[in-house]
Nanobody
Framework: EVQLVESGGGLVQAGGSLRLSCAAS????????IGWFRQAPGKEREGVSC????????YYVDSVKGRFTISSGNAKNTVYLQMNSLKPEDTAVYYC?????????????????WGQGTQVTVSS
């Protein structure tokens, strides 16, 4: 059974940090890229970042460049999203998703698997 399980969300003050984790199982991790998405109430889902562990390439939406870092490797089959200098506009449910590559990574409709999401709330 394929599973993507997000964790690490919570409530933090503006300027603070959180580290999200996405634990993957049920598929060959090295054959897939992991993307992070977020969706705030009343807004469309937005691609945040993408990584494919086997080639170490990373991608970010402009609004998080320099603040967020995507990585993998600390734990087997896990991808992290380190979020620093958080802003109230980062408040959203954050999801991880998997597909074979980061090509066209911001388009959420071509991912094979999705997690259930974790809430991130940034207070001002």
């Amino acid at each position: 059974e394929v599973q993507l399980v997000e964790s690490g969300g919570g409530l933090v003050q503006a300027g603070g940090s959180l580290r999200l984790s996405c634990a993957a199982s049920g598929f060959t991790f090295d054959d897939y890229a992991i993307g992070w998405f977020r969706q705030a109430p009343g807004k469309e889902r937005e691609g945040v970042s993408c990584i494919k562990s086997s080639d170490h390439r990373t991608y970010y939406v402009d609004s998080v460049k320099g603040r967020f870092t995507i990585s993998s490797g600390n734990a087997k089959n896990t991808v992290y999203l380190q979020m620093n200098s958080l802003k109230p506009e980062d408040t959203a449910v954050y999801y991880c998703a998997a597909k074979p590559s980061c090509w066209n990574w911001m388009a959420g409709d071509n991912y094979d698997y999705w997690g259930q999401g974790t809430q991130v709330t940034v207070s001002s």
